[in-house]
């Protein structure tokens, strides 16, 4: 998937180009890998949590995007099926350093996961539920929900600029925490609510909700490398030819893959099968990984027999305590239906669970890259244009309401981890982790690194206390 426009090391904006004057110094390729495999590595809290990480870096201290381009990268995300804060990372890695920049951001969003997803998983069919394993999740499933919650306000700060959208965020909040409506008929609903908005209170609905675009510079400190007035540069200008070439570059990729699993596996075998379910999967997974789960549960638990239902549930708990996306539980998936079932490797079961592993995440999200380096251009083409930025401000203001919901998700069970909200059930020490979570994050300016570290060190005392 190349671009005729990459440079090896290129320079994102010459200074005095397209730069806002008081930009800070151009990044290249070489200098913004390394906050791309930072950002792989500390990406604790799924998507919310994610987001707000790059949020913090990128916009307010790195200045490498503006608020409302930032906010309108992330809109056109939500949209799309697959993980949307990878799409993001591979959306910003790509306006900034052309596709290779993409595939970098993208692929090393995802990898330090898969390594630590595959270790894990090794640990955990190997040695079970140990006391290091289990004090260590209890530690940082309160730092998650403190993280949610951080990731809420940075964003709600930002995106509700008026009544109007905290009554939008308000609504989606309600409508899935009483109501149970789907994640993708609320981004629908809030996307028609402003199309409408914007025509007859345009003010309302642009980016940050505000009439004079406040939104765009929030750090105090100047513009950013791709500001609100940047020109969209060349790379990023829609062209028929280069859409076609990514497609096809797509479906190659696609296609050797599968003949590398047939040629390991056969047609018929765990791997064939792992290509083929999470390669539909990732092209229906809209709404998130909290609305595809039912999806990945049936098919892996109850039709291939890859893991059983306790073993799942296990897997999330694992995808909600590392870094990555909360998808990246495929990868448990995939190790434990290889390493069962051998998926016919001559290696041993260790060999056909890092297959099986790999195989899930591979497919689960090719198309994600495909769908950015396609449709990029596309958006980038519409950053100022109100009809299709007002309904993308809405579903951001929804999006907020959304991250709330998936906040108080996790605190219920966090605090209630029996299931029922009662006065014996509830766990105060989580409650103690979650509370110190939370100032570390919200008073004392702590990184989310700092913060996952020190409640895993904690919850790690708590079990060893108990043994």
């Keep these: 998937m190349s671009d005729p426009s990459d440079a090896p090391g290129g320079r994102v904006a010459p200074r005095g180009e397209t730069t806002a004057p008081d930009a800070p110094p151009p990044v290249t390729l070489r200098e913004a890998v390394p906050f791309w495999l930072k950002l792989g590595c500390i990406g604790f809290g799924g998507p919310a949590g994610q987001i707000a990480i790059m949020h913090q870096e990128l916009v307010e201290r790195r200045r490498w995007i503006s608020e409302r381009r930032f906010l309108h990268a992330l809109n056109y995300c939500m949209l799309l099926p697959g993980p949307e804060a990878q799409q993001l990372a591979t959306y910003l890695g790509w306006l900034l350093h052309r596709t290779s920049g993409g595939l970098l951001a993208g692929t090393?969003?995802?990898?330090?996961?898969?390594?630590?997803?595959?270790?894990?998983?090794?640990?955990?069919?190997?040695?079970?539920?140990?006391?290091?394993?289990?004090?260590?999740?209890?530690?940082?499933?309160?730092?998650?929900?403190?993280?949610?919650?951080?990731?809420?306000?940075?964003?709600?700060?930002?995106?509700?600029?008026?009544?109007?959208?905290?009554?939008?965020?308000?609504?989606?909040?309600?409508?899935?925490?009483?109501?149970?409506?789907?994640?993708?008929?609320?981004?629908?609903?809030?996307?028609?609510?402003?199309?409408?908005?914007?025509?007859?209170?345009?003010?309302?609905?642009?980016?940050?909700?505000?009439?004079?675009?406040?939104?765009?510079?929030t750090t105090g400190r100047g513009g950013a490398l791709v500001d609100d007035d940047t020109p969209v540069p060349p790379h990023g200008r829609f062209s028929a030819r280069r859409a076609a070439g990514y497609l096809l570059a797509g479906l190659a990729a696609w296609a050797v893959a599968v003949l590398a699993v047939t040629a390991f596996d056969g047609s018929g075998g765990a791997l064939w099968n792992m290509a083929s379910f999470f390669t539909k999967a990732a092209?229906?997974?809209?709404?998130?990984?909290?609305?595809?789960?039912?999806?990945?549960?049936?098919?892996?638990?109850?039709?291939?027999?890859?893991?059983?239902?306790?073993?799942?549930?296990?897997?999330?708990?694992?995808?909600?305590?590392?870094?990555?996306?909360?998808?990246?539980?495929?990868?448990?998936?995939?190790?434990?239906?290889?390493?069962?079932?051998?998926?016919?490797?001559?290696?041993?079961?260790?060999?056909?669970?890092?297959?099986?592993?790999?195989?899930?995440?591979?497919?689960?999200?090719?198309?994600?890259?495909?769908?950015?380096?396609?449709?990029?251009?596309?958006?980038?083409?519409?950053?100022?244009?109100?009809?299709?930025?007002?309904?993308?401000?809405?579903?951001?203001?929804?999006?907020?309401?959304?991250v709330v919901n998936l906040a108080v998700f996790f605190a219920a069970h966090v605090l209630w981890p029996a299931g029922a909200i009662t006065r014996d059930g509830f766990d105060a020490v989580a409650a103690v982790i979650g509370l110190l979570a939370v100032l570390a994050l919200f008073r004392w300016n702590r990184s989310v690194l700092q913060v996952v570290g020190a409640c895993a060190v904690g919850g790690l005392i708590v079990a060893v206390l108990r043994a």
């Design 283 to 402: 092209l229906v997974t809209f709404g998130g990984a909290y609305a595809v789960l039912p999806y990945v549960y049936q098919a892996s638990v109850m039709h291939y027999g890859w893991l059983s239902g306790p073993q799942m549930i296990d897997g999330l708990a694992l995808g909600e305590t590392t870094p990555g996306p909360l998808i990246m539980v495929v990868a448990f998936v995939g190790f434990l239906g290889g390493w069962q079932l051998e998926a016919g490797l001559p290696g041993g079961p260790l060999l056909a669970g890092i297959a099986g592993a790999t195989v899930a995440t591979f497919f689960t999200f090719l198309p994600s890259f495909v769908f950015i380096l396609v449709g990029g251009p596309l958006v980038e083409s519409t950053h100022g244009n109100l009809s299709f930025t007002a309904p993308l401000t809405s579903i951001t203001a929804a999006v907020v309401g959304v």
């Design 108 to 217: 090393l969003f995802v990898l330090p996961s898969l390594l630590l997803m595959i270790g894990l998983s090794w640990a955990y069919v190997v040695f079970g539920n140990t006391t290091l394993l289990g004090g260590l999740f209890y530690g940082i499933k309160p730092a998650v929900t403190a993280i949610v919650v951080h990731a809420a306000w940075r964003i709600g700060r930002r995106a509700l600029g008026n009544a109007a959208l905290w009554a939008i965020a308000a609504a989606a909040f309600l409508s899935m925490t009483v109501a149970r409506v789907p994640f993708p008929v609320i981004v629908i609903g809030a996307g028609l609510l402003g199309a409408l908005g914007g025509r007859l209170a345009p003010a309302l609905f642009v980016a940050g909700g505000s009439a004079h675009g406040s939104a765009g510079r």
